[in-house]
Structures are given as structure tokens and as C-alpha cells.
Nanobody, 123 residues
């Protein structure tokens, strides 16, 4: 059974930084696509950053230049710098074997999800 566990969320002032982590277990075979998604209260979920196991990445326009997705020792990270109030949301890690690079930011392309970690950015 695939399990994804996020950590690293918290409260921070605008302009600050956080680093989210996603640890996966129970994976057999190659999980080629992983990503970070977020959902703010009253809003639809959106893709934030995606990672393909060849090192390719994709970012939402709203986070380009501020967020970095990377993988190290099988843990997926999201380094978030220059945080804004509008980055406040529940952040989820997701994984899939066949999502495809073009759909790295599409929540419907991912079958495995963590339970989320809350990020709150205040002024």
C-alpha cells in the first residue's frame, strides 16, 4: 500500500521560507511522477510543482522563481522562498506511475496522495 507523508508546514510571515518534505513508502516499481499540490479554503486545488524521475520539473506561474521542487534520497521536497499571503493553503504530495510530464500539474492525473501539511503565511 502506497503511503505519502508530508511534513514541514507551519506558520510564517510574508517573505519567509519553508521546506516541505514528502516521504513515500510501500512503493513497488517506479513512481516516475511526483508533485506538490495545494488547496486554499473555498478554492479549487491546484498544481504547484511537479517532478519527473529524469529530473524534469514544472511549476505553476504563481510560484516560478520562488519555489523549488527536488528529490533527495527518495524524499520529495518543496523549498518555498519569498512566501506570500496567497500561498496559504493545505499542501499535498502526490505520486503516480503514468501521469506524464504534460500533466505534472494536473491533480486528476495522480492516483496516490498524502494527507497534507498546512502552510499559513501572514503579513
Amino acid at each position: 500500500q502506497v503511503q505519502l507523508v508530508e511534513s514541514g508546514g507551519g506558520s510564517v510571515q510574508a517573505g519567509g521560507s519553508l521546506r516541505l518534505s514528502c516521504a513515500a513508502s510501500g512503493i513497488t516499481g517506479r513512481m516516475a511522477y511526483m508533485g506538490w499540490f495545494r488547496q486554499a479554503p473555498g478554492k479549487e486545488g491546484e498544481g504547484v510543482a511537479g517532478f519527473k524521475d529524469d529530473g524534469s520539473t514544472r511549476y505553476a506561474d504563481s510560484v516560478k522563481g520562488r519555489f523549488t521542487i527536488f528529490k533527495d534520497n527518495d524524499i520529495l521536497y518543496l523549498k518555498m522562498n519569498k512566501l506570500k499571503v496567497e500561498d496559504t493553503a493545505m499542501y499535498y504530495c502526490a505520486a503516480d506511475r503514468r501521469a506524464g510530464y504534460a500533466r505534472l500539474l494536473a491533480p486528476e492525473a495522480f492516483n496516490f496522495w498524502g494527507r497534507g501539511t498546512q502552510v499559513a503565511v501572514s503579513t
